[in-house]
Antibody, heavy 118, light 112 residues
Framework: EVQLVESGGGLIQPGGSLRLSCVAT????????THWVRQTPGKALEWVGG????????DYADSVKGRFTISRGSAKNTLYLQMNSLRVEDTALYFC???????????WGPGTLVTVSA | DVVLTQSPLSLPVTLGQPASISCRSS???????????LNWFQQRPGHSPRRLIY???DRDSGVPDRFSGSGSGTDFTLKISRVEAEDVGIYYC?????????FGQGTKVEIK
């Protein structure tokens, strides 16, 4: 069974850092791109960034560029999202998703909640 | 970057009646391989988004055939032929062909 599971969310003060994890099982993650997408409290979906399975392509939304970093763990089925210099507007439910790229996200995790507040 | 605009943003529907959601793009979504990777997602309350439609009109596995997608270029439509109670939720379109990926604002479907 294909599964993606995010973890690492929590309450953090503005300016702080947090690292999210996405563990993929049931498929070979190197055969797919993986993306981070966040959902704001108002329910808007926003693409955060993505990486090809072979790491040949990596990109970020302008809103997080220079603050967020996507990386892959030594166990290639784990993806990380390092979030630095967090802002109140980064408060969201963060999902990871699988993508054949080009194509779209055919599998999503349940999400992990990040709340940035003083 | 692509901008996707959905309408309406709120859609009250009567059970058993059809429903239609529009998604318009700021530029053509045609990809270099000749395909158009326009996706539709359903998000039920308390759940993650679930993809219903990919490549404009192809249904994902397990998606009821009352859901259909159509369109080309910059104009796309999701139709539900007969709305059922389980269809309540928010529907999003998404361009899966061009990074940065773009989502529509979402259309909230509720039962009258």
């Amino acid at each position: 069974e294909v599964q993606l599971v995010e973890s690492g969310g929590g309450l953090i003060q503005p300016g702080g850092s947090l690292r999210l994890s996405c563990v993929a099982t049931g498929f070979t993650s190197l055969d797919y791109a993986t993306h981070w997408v966040r959902q704001t409290p108002g329910k808007a979906l926003e693409w955060v960034g993505g990486i090809y399975g072979n790491d040949a392509k990596l990109d970020y939304a302008d809103s997080v560029k220079g603050r967020f970093t996507i990386s892959r763990g030594s166990a290639k089925n784990t993806l990380y999202l390092q979030m630095n210099s967090l802002r109140v507007e980064d408060t969201a439910l963060y999902f990871c998703g699988r993508d054949v790229s080009p194509g779209g996200l055919d599998e999503w995790g349940p999400g992990t909640l990040v709340t940035v507040s003083a | 970057d692509v901008v996707l605009t959905q309408s309406p943003l709120s859609l009250p529907v009567t059970l058993g009646q059809p429903a239609s959601i529009s998604c318009r793009s700021s530029q053509s979504l045609g990809y270099s391989d000749g395909n158009t990777y326009l996706n539709w997602f359903q998000q039920r309350p308390g759940h993650s988004p679930r993809r219903l439609i990919y490549k404009v009109s192809d249904r994902d596995s397990g998606v009821p055939d009352r859901f259909s997608g159509s369109g080309s270029g910059t104009d796309f439509t999701l139709k539900i032929s007969r709305v059922e109670a389980e269809d309540v939720g928010i529907y999003y379109c998404m361009d899966g062909g061009h990074w940065p990926y773009a989502f529509g604002q979402g259309t909230k479907v509720e039962i009258k």
